[in-house]
């Protein structure tokens, strides 16, 4: 039963001829990560959701994205007892730390990367202080829950398997992402037919997408300037989709008032 819960979604977003659709699963997945933080009978008013995210921190993005949402109580209210907690850190920090012996040799050499045992301990503190986010950290499981489903559903679905091939493929971050699971996940019967699937999928779309760049950096000379922009007005959003992942033309995702 709680496999259905993922087959519909991962349905919807193969139908929804989106350049990738783990990056449409991913979107959905964040906006219902911002509800839950920020939105309407919002979870930051619960005890154990605070501390986590007082623990957690956010990463730039979503404190952008939180900023961008529109709540900016709770915003505020979440930022107030991270600092509190981010405080009472740098206290105990500043409190037990006192700086290394310089050699005599040390400034004459090359600025180069500390190891673990040379690595300041404010400076590991603070790294590791930013390095994890509560919004990424409480969609990574659910999405590593649908690339297990999207092989499943291969090896089971011969519907699904059609949707797959008629896809526009992925982008590069989620093509790595199934390249490497699906070599771990599939057996060598069924691992041989989805890179036979996968790879020249992938080829002809990079190659599309490749074409309507093309066309539309040649619709800026003023030679085309009449001309028909066929398939490659949103050309640009939908190629550092498939480069990167996500989607730079989306407007900020805000409270439903």
């Known amino acids: 039963m709680k496999e259905k819960l993922y087959n519909i979604p991962l349905n919807d977003a193969f139908k929804a001829n989106d350049e990738c659709p783990f990056c449409f699963i991913e979107r959905k997945l964040e906006e219902q990560t911002m509800?839950?933080?920020?939105?309407?009978?919002?979870?930051?008013?619960?005890?154990?959701?605070?501390?986590?995210?007082?623990?957690?921190?956010?990463?730039?993005?979503?404190?952008?994205?939180?900023?961008?949402?529109?709540?900016?109580?709770?915003?505020?209210?979440?930022?107030?007892?991270?600092?509190?907690?981010?405080?009472?850190?740098?206290?105990?920090?500043?409190?037990?730390?006192?700086?290394?012996?310089?050699?005599?040799?040390?400034?004459?050499?090359?600025?180069?990367?500390?190891?673990?045992?040379?690595?300041?301990?404010?400076?590991?503190?603070?790294k590791e202080t930013v390095s994890s986010c509560y919004?990424?950290?409480?969609?990574?499981?659910?999405?590593?829950?649908?690339?297990?489903?999207?092989?499943?559903m291969f090896r089971k679905n011969a519907e699904f398997k059609d949707l797959f091939k008629n896809s526009k493929g992925f982008c590069l971050p989620h093509f790595a992402d199934l390249a490497q699971a699906g070599d771990r996940l599939l057996s060598d019967k069924d691992k041989k037919e989805f890179f036979q699937i996968l790879l020249p999928l992938m080829q002809e779309n990079m190659h599309r997408i490749y074409e309507d760049l093309d066309w539309f950096c040649d619709k800026f000379d003023y030679k085309n300037k009449d001309a028909d922009w066929k398939t490659s007005k949103d050309a640009l959003q939908r190629g550092m989709q498939k480069a990167g992942s996500g989607y730079p033309a989306d407007p900020p995702y805000v409270m439903d008032r």
């Not at 915003?75 to 500043?94: M, N, V």
Request: charged share 30%; hydrophobic share 35%.
């Open 135 to 152: 919004i990424c950290d409480h969609y990574k499981d659910a999405y590593a829950r649908y690339i297990e489903t999207f092989f499943d």
């Open 35 to 126: 509800d839950f933080v920020l939105g309407p009978g919002a979870s930051y008013m619960e005890d154990d959701v605070r501390a986590e995210t007082d623990k957690m921190g956010f990463c730039r993005t979503h404190f952008k994205k939180m900023y961008e949402y529109g709540n900016r109580l709770g915003a505020g209210l979440i930022l107030k007892t991270h600092f509190q907690k981010l405080c009472k850190d740098l206290d105990e920090q500043a409190a037990s730390f006192s700086p290394s012996k310089t050699s005599l040799l040390r400034p004459f050499k090359k600025m180069k990367a500390a190891s673990a045992a040379e690595e300041n301990p404010l400076a590991a503190w603070a």
